[in-house]
């Protein structure tokens, strides 16, 4: 049976499983503001906590598996949607500590969606810097470049959890998988 998780009556979107699968990471705008981070218990037990706070739309993205880092995307006025990254800090009976976001991708094109590849070392992403939207990866933390992994046009990237593949949807809607080493 299904059992809302969420209390509020606002809208809440875009969750996000932690690595240990104990609390989800979502966006929701509560009084009025727009919609940021938040996250909850899986069982429901516990307030919502806000994660970050910013006068921008942000929807999570993606933890990193040691469960430490939030990749995340804002819409800031100046660029466009950008990828941030929330550290986290602490555990349940110490208490939680969010740092600051810091920017890992800005510029002057859509930057979206960032996901953390299996051992944590790259983060793919969205972007329309070709012309059309695109998967790219970068390694994480950085420094380094950027790689191109779809060709014509790809979104919504997911790496497998089963063998070394990034999987992205086509256009046409096809699934499309991108084996790496």
Do not use: C
């Amino acid at each position: 049976a299904s059992t809302r998780l969420t209390v509020d009556p606002g809208v809440d979107r875009n969750p996000v499983w932690t690595p240990d699968g104990r609390r989800l990471a979502y966006a929701a705008a509560r009084h009025g503001g727009a919609q940021n981070l938040y996250w909850q218990r899986a069982d429901g037990s516990g307030d919502s906590t806000r994660l970050a706070t910013s006068p921008n739309v942000q929807f999570p993205g993606s933890w990193h598996p040691s469960g430490r880092v939030l990749a995340f995307q804002e819409t800031r006025p100046q660029t466009g949607f950008d990828l941030l990254i929330l550290p986290v800090e602490g555990d349940e009976a110490s208490g939680w500590k969010f740092g600051t976001p810091t920017v890992f991708l800005s510029g002057p094109f859509s930057e979206q969606q960032p996901r953390f590849s299996p051992d944590g070392r790259w983060l793919a992403y969205e972007s329309n810097e070709s012309g059309i939207v695109e998967i790219y990866v970068r390694p994480f933390p950085g420094p380094g470049g950027k790689w191109p992994i779809s060709t014509g046009g790809g979104t919504n990237a997911v790496w497998s959890r089963a063998r070394h593949e990034l999987l992205y949807l086509a256009p046409d809607g096809r699934i499309m998988g991108v084996p790496y080493t």
